[in-house]
């Protein structure tokens, strides 16, 4: 999995204040040893992103290097550029944002692509509580892709996804706070054998003072899915079904915060027959001035 911690906070004290992020990242993965299971051995994943913007815009910029290494010696590494960008325009109640995701890669199933999004959202305040809610939808296509009949066979590929959210924060004292994310994703995927695809995601943050623990899952099935806004496109023809995580971050002076999360995942990769895990250990170091 990639980049599931991946997340730009931004911090203003004015409308007018303008406000830029730097988040560099670096994760580790592994992977089942058995090889009926997972025919990878160990990713690793590295980046940086990047935002600017006040409290009625927000631009953002992402890339993205990952790697992964075979338990076959003989299989060429996979080597993989991830680039986006988004920019979102916030209103009194509610928000729109668009972008693109521009992925290259060696990968011999799909090989490069891209994804394009939009969100439309709402939001209300409750005095120090707010209610969040929208959908994301995207657009994925990979011109060189294969048919999971016959792998042999090149296709393009084409799948659309729509994923409504729903999050609420709720300000339980000055220094405590809560904020839960539940997001279905809908998978529309006229190109592959099983036409769609759902799942669900669930997330818990809980808030105290500077510090933060966010406890998250999914289940269901995703092909080649997006998530984190459009930042990440899972650009493999693996059934993803399910996984969770745990995430740590320490805000210092109200402008450095540090994070360390650990997820783990079970799979389906193509042409296997039994499903595979893996497991990625995710820090981050999130600077704002």
Do not use: C
């Not at 994703?185 to 966010?214: C, H, P, R, W």
């Amino acid at each position: 999995m990639k980049k599931t911690v991946i997340s730009a906070t931004l911090i203003a004290s004015s409308l007018l204040a303008e406000v830029v992020t730097i988040l560099p990242y670096a994760a580790t993965l592994s992977y089942t040893t058995d090889s009926a299971k997972s025919i990878k051995d160990s990713s690793t994943l590295y980046g940086v992103h990047t935002s600017v913007g006040t409290l009625s815009y927000l631009l953002e910029f992402d890339y993205a290097k990952f790697q992964t290494n075979y338990k076959d010696p003989t299989f060429e590494k996979l080597n993989q550029d991830d680039i986006s960008i988004a920019y979102g325009k916030y209103f009194t109640n509610f928000m729109i944002r668009g972008g693109a995701h521009y992925i290259n890669s060696n990968d011999v199933f799909l090989g490069d692509g891209y994804s394009v999004f939009v969100t439309l959202g709402g939001y209300n305040y409750f005095g120090y509580n707010k209610l969040d809610y929208g959908v994301d939808g995207y657009y994925t296509s990979f011109s060189q892709g294969r048919d999971e009949l016959n792998t042999d066979v090149v296709k393009p590929v084409s799948i659309i996804q729509i994923s409504p959210y729903l999050s609420y924060y709720k300000a339980l004292n000055i220094n405590w706070g809560n904020t839960i994310v539940v997001r279905y994703n809908y998978q529309m995927a006229k190109d592959y054998i099983q036409e769609s695809y759902g799942s669900i995601e669930v997330s818990d943050t809980i808030f105290y003072k500077q510090a933060f623990l966010t406890l998250k899952g999914y289940s269901g099935e995703m092909r080649t899915g997006v998530k984190d806004s459009g930042f990440t496109v899972i650009n493999t023809l693996d059934l993803m079904k399910s996984g969770y995580g745990i995430k740590l971050g320490y805000t210092f002076a109200y402008t450095t915060t540090i994070s360390i999360g650990y997820d783990t995942n079970t799979f389906r990769e193509v042409d296997l027959t039994e499903d595979g895990t893996n497991s990625a250990i995710v820090a981050s170091l999130n600077y704002r001035f």
